[in-house]
């Protein structure tokens, strides 16, 4: 998955200021207790953060976004 992807999946499942929210301030247990910007920046590859948002907030992220 492209990075571009990844944020336009996140900004869709979440609204664009939700989801910077999202990235910046929940840390997520399935990323080692990161963040999505902290996992992305130490080179995390997209679609493993992916499947931790998605397991994170399974009612959130619909299911054509998984």
Known sequence: MR?????????????????AS???DQVLSQLDGRTIAQALAAGE?????????????PDR????LR
Do not use: K, N
């Open 3 to 19: 990075l571009t992807d990844f944020w336009t999946r996140l900004d869709e499942a979440f609204g664009p200021g939700y989801a």
């Open 22 to 24: 999202i990235a910046s």
């Open 45 to 57: 590859q997209t679609h493993v953060v992916w499947r931790a948002v998605v397991a994170a907030y």
């Open 61 to 64: 992220v619909p299911v054509r």
